[in-house]
């Protein structure tokens, strides 16, 4: 479990703020625009505001380490979409005397940042951009010291959620009814260096992704899965019959840290199929997956609703793992060429376990591997794959085709693989077929 700690922010507002701090707008003061003129987001300037919050926060956490030592909950998120959608920063005179002052250095190493001035202020040091950052670094040092009250007394994994920009087009920060206007001070792909030095006991920061484009939703993934951050989603929409949401939420389950479809549990809202499913799938090995996509070890695709250039005949995607490629096409089929799915449904998980062993899984789609030669034939680009039923590919001259030593289905308990069948024949000699039942299969193979 994953409890959300609301408190001063909630979408940007302090609407979550008791009744005796809502009417002390003096003491814990809102954010104050370029105007003049207060508007609905807290400051993240008031003292009084951030000690409240800390305090309480300590409490809640000083409780929960008491009613849960069987560690239930294994990370709490901090605040909910922190920053100010109604002016790109706090005007203030707390906040203009520190815009004002030298950037912190560690600020200026994270956006490597090198001016004349030894000591730049935020203007002179970011330009155009210098009320974005420093808003973002000040909503970013309130909330890391928020979390960091709460993990002094109970040191569990913390993480704050991002209301995203557009990752292909974003628009200005923290102007109303500028087109593509987002939330100035959140942690957006912009700025996550600022949030990583200013809020070091936030461990992860989580992207709300609720893109309808499969593009746009697969980029915000990649923007937030960094070496310094592990993907985590705290929220997403539900697809509800978009199969490029499906495609999007699908490819994303299968490598991320978790997941949280907002309307999953509304009564007048059926769980989707395809998230039933994926859990159906993951759930008895989600340990085991973890491990492997932390170890880098672990790949997965979904089928596209849109092929490149439009051309639906590229139906065959590639995951290059060093001497092998596992070749990803779509569809129930057994025998014969690729064929989509009338709706893009497909998605496959693979996973390296040794140098020729995979493990393997997914639905609605077809599974194979293909010698890829050595890393300094590759170099060389001296290879011709082949086109027949077995994946094959002229290296230096010579063809070398994939055989299945050992196909094993089987399930994972305590973090072992049980055997329950082998798989040969028909069941192998086009590719490895998966269609709607969970199936996970240890895959042995090696070229002739």
Not at 161 to 169: I, Q
Not at 311 to 323: A, E, I, M, R, Y
Not at 362 to 373: H, S
Request: charged fraction near 20%; aromatic fraction near 12%; proline fraction near 8%.
């Amino acid at each position: 479990m994953v409890p959300l700690w609301f408190a001063t922010y909630k979408n940007g507002s302090q609407h979550y703020m008791p009744e005796w701090m809502l009417q002390a707008p003096d003491r814990y003061f809102h954010v104050i625009n370029r105007n003049g003129e207060a508007v609905d987001s807290p400051s993240p300037f008031a003292t009084a505001s951030l000690e409240a919050d800390q305090r309480a926060f300590a409490a809640f956490m000083r409780h929960l380490k008491d009613a849960d030592p069987q560690r239930t909950v294994i990370m709490v998120q901090v605040e909910n979409e922190s920053g100010s959608w109604e002016s790109v920063r706090d005007f203030s005179p707390p906040a203009q005397k520190v815009f004002e002052a030298p950037v912190p250095p560690e600020v200026l190493n994270a956006m490597h940042v090198k001016t004349a001035a030894p000591s730049p202020n935020w203007l002179e040091a970011f330009g155009p951009n210098a009320d974005e950052y420093f808003h973002a670094w000040a909503v970013a040092r309130y909330v890391g010291q928020v979390a960091a009250a709460g993990k002094a007394v109970y040191p569990l994994p913390m993480d704050a959620n991002v209301a995203v920009r557009d990752p292909f087009n974003p628009g200005p920060a923290g102007q109303p009814g500028a087109s593509g206007n987002y939330e100035s001070g959140a942690a957006t792909d912009n700025v996550i260096p600022i949030w990583k030095v200013a809020a070091p006991a936030i461990d992860i920061l989580g992207p709300d992704d609720y893109r309808a484009d499969p593009a746009a939703y697969l980029k915000v993934l990649e923007l937030y899965h960094r070496d310094d951050n592990a993907l985590f989603l705290p929220e997403s929409g539900l697809p509800g019959g978009d199969a490029a949401s499906a495609e999007a939420n699908s490819r994303f389950f299968f490598t991320a840290l978790g997941l949280q479809a907002i309307g999953v549990s509304e009564s007048d809202n059926a769980p989707e199929p395809w998230l039933a499913m994926n859990y159906r799938l993951l759930g008895p090995m989600q340990r085991d997956i973890a491990r492997l996509n932390f170890e880098g070890k672990l790949q997965s695709v979904a089928e596209p609703q849109r092929f490149p250039n439009g051309d639906q005949g590229k139906l065959v995607q590639t995951l290059p793992f060093g001497s092998w490629n596992a070749l990803v096409s779509y569809g129930t089929f057994r025998w014969g060429s690729a064929a989509a799915n009338p709706l893009p449904k497909g998605r496959a998980l693979v996973a390296r376990l040794a140098d020729n062993q995979f493990l393997v899984a997914g639905y609605f789609c077809r599974v194979d591997f293909g010698p890829a030669g050595t890393e300094q034939q590759r170099k060389t680009q001296n290879i011709v794959f082949g086109t027949g039923q077995t994946p094959s590919a002229l290296i230096d001259g010579k063809w070398v085709h994939r055989q299945f030593l050992r196909v094993e289905q089987g399930v994972y308990e305590n973090g072992v693989f049980k055997l329950l069948r082998t798989q040969n024949g028909d069941a192998t000699d086009f590719g490895l077929v998966f269609g709607d039942e969970p199936e996970v299969l240890r895959v042995t193979i090696a070229t002739y």
